[in-house]
């Protein structure tokens, strides 16, 4: 059973830094393509961002692009979200979501199979 664990969510002034973290269990990690995806109070969850191999498979929503920066370190199981220039607008809560590395349209909720148990993450202004 594949489990995933975020962490490292907190309040943070606006401007400040973050480092999100998901740590993976009970699968073949890079197996998967993992992903990003975050829910504030009231609206759908949305994508954030993706990773399937490396940087170079890597893809952002334009919101956070040039903020976030998604990286994996297979040999720890692990997917991280690294967060800077926070904005009171990045106040959610956070998942992180495992897909089949060779699904298609990994901007899609849909595609993921597995997903973490959020972290809570609040930009104050």
């Known amino acids: 059973q594949v489990q995933l664990v975020e962490s490292g969510g907190g309040l943070v002034q606006a401007g400040g830094s973050l480092r999100l973290s998901c740590a993976a269990s009970g699968c073949t990690f890079r197996d998967y393509a993992m992903g990003w995806f975050r829910q504030a109070p009231g609206k759908e969850r949305e994508f954030v961002a993706f990773m399937r191999w490396s940087v170079g498979s890597a893809a952002y929503a334009d919101s956070v692009k040039g903020r976030f920066t998604i990286s994996r370190d297979n040999a720890r199981n692990t997917l991280y979200l690294q967060m800077n220039s926070l904005k009171p607008e990045d106040t959610a809560v956070y998942y992180c979501?495992?897909?089949?590395?060779?699904?298609?349209?990994?901007?899609?909720?849909?595609?993921?199979?597995?997903w973490g148990q959020g972290t809570q993450v609040t930009v104050s202004s």
């Open positions: 979501a495992a897909a089949p590395v060779s699904f298609v349209n990994l901007l899609a909720r849909a595609g993921y199979d597995y």
